[in-house]
Structure formats: C-alpha cells, structure tokens
T-cell receptor
Framework: DAGVTQSPTHLIKTRGQHVTLRCSPI?????VSWYQQVLGQGPQFIFQ???????GRGNFPDRFSARQFPNYSSELNVNALLLGDSALYLC???????????FGSGTRLTVV | AQSVSQHNHHVILSEAASLELGCNYS??????LFWYVQYPGQHLQLLLK??????LVKGIKGFEAEFIKSKFSFNLRKPSVQWSDTAEYFC????????FGTGTRLQVFP
C-alpha cells in the first residue's frame, strides 16, 4: 500500500534557476497540499489542491506555483530561486480537505 | 488570526520520566487538532488527532493529548518516555489547511 511519494528526494539548484517538485498522493486521495519546512521551524502552508482546483494559497510570492493533474498527482514549481528557498518541501495527501493528512518524506532543496 | 503556539522549544528528559508538551491555539471555528512527530531523518508521522467527542485522545506509542476548550490548549503527554521518543514534535490546527507550531525538540537520555 503505497504512501505519499515525492520526487526527487534531494536537489541542488543555483540561484535564479527554476525547479519542479512532484508528488503522488495515496490512491483514492483527491487533495494534495504543499508545505515548506525551513530548518528549525514548523512546516508552512504553500498550496492546497482538491479535485484539480486550487483551494488555498499561503503567504508565498508568485514565484511559487502548483497544479494538480487528472490522476491527482501534483507539481510544485518555483521560479527565480533564492537562497532562502532552501528548505524541505513536504507534500500531504488527504481524501478531502480537513479529513486528516498523510505526509510524504519530502524533497530537500538546496539553493547555492 | 489563526495560530498555534508551542512554548517548549527544547525538552531534555531521562528515560522513564513523564512528558507534557504544551500547545495553544487561536481559532474561532470548529477545532480539529493534531500532533505530528518527526524522527531524525524521517518524515512527519501522525501521533494522534482530535476532531470532536472525548477530549482525551489516545494515539500511537503510548501518547495521549487532552483538548481543553476553555484554555485553547491541546497538550501532549506520555507517562514514561523512552530513548526512542527522541524527535521533533509538532502541534497543528486544521483550518482546511494545517497551521503548525514551531515544534518542540525532545531529547531523551538513557
């Protein structure tokens, strides 16, 4: 029984580059949320998608965007990377918003 | 404003000691609360959750939490900690998105 899978697990990018992170939810889950966890802090909400529609957006700049595909997988895109974007990016899936969340192992992004 | 506060940033205990981690929230709607644990190098795992009903919630690995509405609190407890409980603990409030506290780092020494 596959959990939430995220790829890649680790990534190193240069300032100004673009990055795409991917998430596959648990089978049957229709909602995917993205969180950013900076070292020493709690995860911060970035986006939530449900049934391929954006349901919520956190306080992040427009350089951050996301989408959900018909199979409910999701991508998080970050343009014009800054050093401060270095963090663990977490994906969480749920049957629907507010129903309880299962987290993936995350993608560790390092911007140099 | 919706928020979650964890006042214990770093807790150090010896094995068999009792644990209580504080969590306070600010939210005017229906309260769904969670405690997550993050073991070193691992992903967030759900310890327990409160949606409604009995305010004393039991979770995995012997953890429990009590929801006290009048105090806006959802403290995590364990009567006797083990070395394997060393981890980061996060309290979270669900408002259709999860709002996390800053976390409490627990170190348990043998």
């Amino acid at each position: 029984d596959a959990g939430v899978t995220q790829s890649p697990t680790h990534l190193i990018k240069t300032r100004g580059q673009h990055v795409t992170l991917r998430c596959s939810p648990i089978s049957g889950h229709k909602s995917v949320s993205w969180y950013q966890q900076v070292l020493g802090q709690g995860p911060q909400f970035i986006f939530q998608y449900y049934e391929k529609e954006e349901r919520g957006r956190g306080n992040f700049p427009d350089r951050f965007s996301a989408r959900q595909f018909p199979n409910y997988s999701s991508e998080l895109n970050v343009n014009a990377l800054l050093l401060g974007d270095s963090a663990l990016y977490l994906c969480a899936s749920s049957l629907e918003p507010g129903y309880g969340y299962t987290f993936g192992s995350g993608t560790r992004l390092t911007v140099v | 404003a919706q928020s979650v506060s964890q006042h214990n940033h770093h807790v150090i205990l010896s094995e068999a000691a009792s644990l209580e981690l504080g969590c306070n929230y600010s939210y005017g709607g229906t309260v769904n609360l969670f405690w997550y644990v993050q073991y070193p190098g691992q992903h967030l795992q759900l310890l327990l959750k409160y949606f409604s009903g009995d305010p004393l919630v039991k979770g995995i690995k012997g953890f429990e939490a009590e929801f006290i509405k009048s105090k806006f609190s959802f403290n995590l407890r364990k009567p006797s900690v083990q070395w394997s409980d060393t981890a980061e603990y996060f309290c979270a409030l669900d408002t259709d998105k999860l709002i996390f506290g800053t976390g409490t780092r627990l170190q348990v020494f043998p």
